[in-house]
């Protein structure tokens, strides 16, 4: 019954928020080479919970970078069906830190939320997945389902070695269809299901000038400026409709039907002014902001230096200036296709005077889409309803999960995205946090779901 | 005799090498609050060598920033001329530190050449002067000339409260002349009268977006990149050509006379491959890289930044994107008219969606030139030359030395610029350093230079 399932997670709240707390308290920030101890420690803390469990094979599979956990509980039986579940331990950098209104690994609840780092992603979502097998294990004796647990400790880094797995140990790894957490609601307590994900590439651009930091005054005049040089190519690749002005980038794109834009018109949109202070918003011209996000590839600068940072003035031409930038793809591209394409933009656009460097990022996936009226996708639509009274949204989204592509690539089975955060959890930024009551009725949607799928 | 004197210089060279090195060994960094007490501790020691040296009203004038130094020498006699010597005792910042060969800090000489910040610009050359006046006072019980000194504390930082100083206090710093030692040469060992300095000014541009980073998937498309905002400003203020595009930039500008393209053509250019490493100038069309850096206005981005900087990616829209920019400026052009030239550009070049802030930086002067024939510079010249062995040569530069402009506004009287750095100093660099022999020779020129103006 899944009222006793219910009712063990609120009798136990208070344990499974404490070590839920514990999990969250562990810095695993996977960019950053200093906090490699505690990626260990987090997937210390997903091994324990598994085995306590009753999980099977608990194994850390090693990589070139941060270990995967895999775990897999097969006492449902046979007939019963296989998930593969995803989810990943390791979590965005902090800073910048003195904007956090408490430490990002210290949780603390304020009016409702539980303010951490990874609270919401995904730290936050996998744990819901992990309580809700403890509840169904402790009242009913075993889980509806049988599972197959792969919890990566690279998502943040862009899962390089998570492909090389999955495809190495494709049988291991077999299941009749997957459950990903690792996405958002459009909007807090609206159900959604999301049927459609970008792609994802990146490169860096890396400006030499001179060997050194030059006297504006003595060199200002024969020396060409690396900051000057490289906001002139930056300023090529997209114009001010929001326009990408790189040959060819748009030459793939499928084009957005009548039927897709009416479905994206339904979606409640999201109040980018309280979500973000921004009161005006900037899309491709002959785009809403909506379809741009959800429809339409995107060209962002995601960090730019160069040069004098300090107090006060420093009079110099810097020695050299550097870009990250990143791009969402949608159907219809190919990642390196488009990487390529940025890279002989900007060797084309290239001034004199400097030497210019592009790096690609290994980081890169193709984008996704699947069936809304796939079974699986129904049963987990009716669960969202149930649990938060409120009919299911079905929306494509702006991130990237490249886990998503290549599940799909290598195993062709149906991939649930079954995503509890909210607009406002400000994943990837300061202050990240997750809703108490949507971590209540994510429990909730899960159980009826796992319930649904159990043979009859 | 000068005979005496130089002996003297050459004769103490072990303790004079020792006190420089005091001097330089304390970081007296101007635009770093942290380096507060550093600063006193500099201002004590010119305090204490002038005492040393019977300088009288030796003081200590407190500002609103960093203190500046007054003594006056007034035992050669009515007959004999007053100059008014000035020089800054503050350095430039050190960053980046990790690209110093030795601590910027801690003198070391290798290959001829004495590595620390400060070494040339300007404790270098103040210490020059000092160490000139104690060996005409050991040997000849006096100086040849009076003198009043006036060295500050702020001039890396735009000499905030240098012009109400000199402008409060005209009767106290009255003089005849005024020595300024702050500037180079054309090439290491030719000597250079620098009759032309540019004028300067400065804005930092800061443009904000959203009130934090946002998720570039789950926000591109919708909210414009501050830092792409940025980009598209300031690449629309100088083109690709190295022409300023800011409307009116150049109305008042001396056009270049024939003359004096003569004059710079004369001039032995740098080696820019050797001294900065790069193989290619970028110069404004229709002027060689000589004409550019001596006499033409000039636009450099300073430094820049926003977003993530750190190891990796980072997937966001950044909240924010800062610019640091100065301009230097010639004969003809009005800082403060120029400030407000690119602060109207940069509003009206702001695109929609985010909040664009333009800070006027008080560090402002206008471009200066004097006159090549005057006695005092030809006896300058003539020491020069003496010293060098080699003829002098007549340029206008680049840098911009607000008390300059600020002297001859005030007490409208000829200013000497004796400068003895060399191309390889690289000041405002790490691995900032001084040559041994132009030290020597520098002291050398100063003896002849103050005898050659005694009473005959």
């Known amino acids: 019954m899944t009222r006793d399932v219910l009712n063990y997670l609120n009798d136990h709240n208070e344990d499974l928020m404490k070590k839920w707390n514990d999990f969250l308290s562990i810095p695993s920030v996977s960019t950053d080479s200093t906090h490699k101890q505690n990626i260990l420690e987090a997937a210390e803390f997903l091994k324990s919970y598994l085995s306590e469990l009753g ?246 600068i995601n960090g730019m230096y160069g040069g004098y940072q300090g107090e006060g003035t420093k009079t110099i031409i810097p020695s050299s200036a550097t870009a990250k930038i990143t791009c969402r793809l949608v159907p219809g591209q190919d990642p390196e296709k488009i990487q390529n394409l940025l890279e002989k933009h900007v060797y084309h656009h290239a001034p004199t005077g400097v030497k210019v460097n592009v790096k690609k990022e290994k980081l890169s996936a193709k984008a996704y889409k699947v069936e809304p009226d796939h079974p699986l996708i129904q049963k987990a639509a009716a669960s969202y309803t149930k649990a938060f009274g409120k009919e299911t949204v079905y929306v494509r989204m702006g991130g990237s999960i490249p886990v998503v592509e290549w599940m799909e690539a290598i195993y062709d089975i149906p991939i649930v995205l079954l995503g509890f955060g909210t607009p406002e959890d400000r994943i990837h930024s300061p202050n990240e946090s997750f809703p108490l009551d949507s971590f209540k009725k994510g429990m909730e949607t899960l159980v009826y779901y796992w319930d649904s799928l159990r043979k009859k």
């Open 55 to 300: 999980f099977e094979n608990v194994t850390q599979m090693e990589t070139p970078g941060h270990p995967l956990i895999y775990a897999e509980y097969t006492q449902a039986g046979t007939e019963a069906p296989t998930v593969l579940f995803y989810g990943h331990y390791d979590v965005q950098p902090v800073d910048p830190i003195d904007q956090w209104k408490s430490d990002p690994f210290k949780p603390e609840i304020r009016d409702g939320r539980l303010y951490a780092r990874g609270s919401s992603d995904d730290k936050g979502q996998v744990f819901m997945h992990l309580a809700v097998f403890e509840a169904f294990i402790k009242t009913e004796g075993k889980l509806p389902i049988n599972v197959k647990v792969c919890i990566e400790g690279e998502e943040e880094i862009g899962s390089e070695n998570l492909y090389d797995i999955l495809h190495t140990k494709k049988d291991l790894f077999a299941a009749d269809f997957a459950v990903i957490s690792d996405s958002g609601m459009v909007a807090k307590n609206q159900p959604t299901i999301l049927y459609g994900l970008k792609g994802f590439t990146g490169i860096e651009i890396t400006v030499k000038g001179p060997d050194h930091d030059l006297h504006s005054g003595m060199y200002g005049g024969a020396i060409k400026n690396p900051i000057m040089a490289l906001t002139q190519i930056l300023a090529s690749m997209k114009n001010k409709d929001e326009v990408i002005t790189v040959e060819g980038f748009y030459d793939d794109v499928e084009p957005l039907s009548d039927e897709e834009r009416k479905l994206i018109k339904n979606v409640q949109g999201e109040d980018y002014q309280t979500t973000t202070g921004v009161t005006e918003t900037a899309s491709e011209t002959g785009y809403t902001a909506k379809e741009h996000t959800m429809a339409r590839p995107t060209f962002e």
